[in-house]
């Protein structure tokens, strides 16, 4: 049973345009939720996160969109760059935000970017 | 990630052999986690533990798979009689005593090839 879902294994975007990577979720447990950005050979790295309390949050280039209702959620990247092609795994988690303890993260399968020049 | 320090980078094992994967959280962590990603897959929860305790190993298989953190030195992860399935890549994380907004810091993993 796969919880959180990135139903695009693939993107390909030119540089300079916007990058949007979708992420859907079944688990209404879920209340916080991060985009982690992966390159070959290493480990996974924090990229931006955001809380069920809001719909929205910006950190410069990156965006991510939550719509709870129809439990989805998007990371828009403006404008999109070489340097930004790798896997981006969406992942999920239970009261992470508020620290009461949860620390398991449930991951997507993950989505490739490949940014053209 | 150069902050949690996994190793071997890549180990190979034979059918049947015992492998072992090395965890040093980032300075000032003192929880550690366990994932796998299997090939085509995202990565999956395995094991969280504290120091020289295991809190929550409800990902580990039940059979060959075991962890531990000692008072000292790394955290290791223990497959024993390895079989090709077990072939992934295993990611070892680490976060200070509440995990922050970010989750946590992963390390850049150690790829297990099993042949």
């Known amino acids: 049973d796969q919880q959180v879902k990135q139903n695009s294994p693939s993107l390909s975007v030119q540089e300079g345009r916007i990058s949007i990577l979708n992420c859907d979720y079944t688990?209404?447990?879920?209340?916080?939720f991060l985009w982690y950005k992966k390159y070959p050979a290493e480990g996974p790295t924090f990229l931006i996160s955001i809380s069920s309390i809001k719909d929205k949050n910006e950190d410069g280039r990156f965006t991510v969109f939550l719509n709870k209702s129809a439990k989805h959620l998007s990371l828009h990247i403006v404008p999109s760059q070489p340097g930004d092609s790798a896997v981006y795994f969406c992942a999920a988690s239970t009261s992470l935000y508020s620290g009461a303890g949860s620390y398991q993260l449930t991951f997507g399968k993950g989505t490739k970017l490949s940014v053209i020049p | 990630n150069a902050g949690v320090m996994q190793n071997p980078r890549h180990l190979v094992r034979r059918r049947g052999q015992e492998a072992r994967l090395r965890c040093s959280p980032m300075k000032g962590h003192s929880h550690v986690y366990w994932y796998r990603q299997l090939p085509e897959e995202g990565l999956k929860f395995m094991v969280y533990?504290?120091?020289?305790?295991?809190?929550?190993e409800s990902g580990m298989p039940k059979e060959r798979f075991s962890a531990e953190f000692p008072k000292e030195g790394p955290s290791i992860l223990r497959i024993q009689q390895v079989v090709r399935g077990d072939s992934a890549a295993y990611f070892c994380?680490?976060?200070?005593?509440?995990?922050?907004?970010?989750?946590?810091?992963f390390g850049s993993g150690t790829r297990l090839t099993v042949v």
């Open positions: 994380a680490s976060s200070p005593d509440r995990p922050p907004s970010y989750g946590y810091t």
């Open positions: 688990n209404s447990m879920f209340d916080y």
């Open positions: 533990l504290q120091k020289e305790n295991i809190i929550d």
